[in-house]
């Protein structure tokens, strides 16, 4: 399974929306719902599911769910 379908995964739990589409160009601008304690969570699940963590730094240069996907990847190895 690819990263980003994952991803869609843990945005559907963290949003509790079954049908939730993402896409790599998508930003919390996209979803009003989208906050900063929803950011958290999403980087909490995230390192959960994937076994890797994020600093700080890496989580605030984020600009959308592309970038959050590449960063995953670099990290899993």
Known sequence: METIEI???IFRDVFDEED???F???SAKDHDDWD???QIQLIVATERKFNVKFSTEEVMQLKDVGEFAD???SKKG
Do not use: A, G, N, V
């Open 20 to 22: 939730m589409e993402i």
């Open 36 to 38: 900063s304690l929803t």
């Open 71 to 73: 960063l995953i990847d």
């Open 7 to 9: 991803l869609q995964e």
């Open 24 to 26: 790599r160009e998508m």
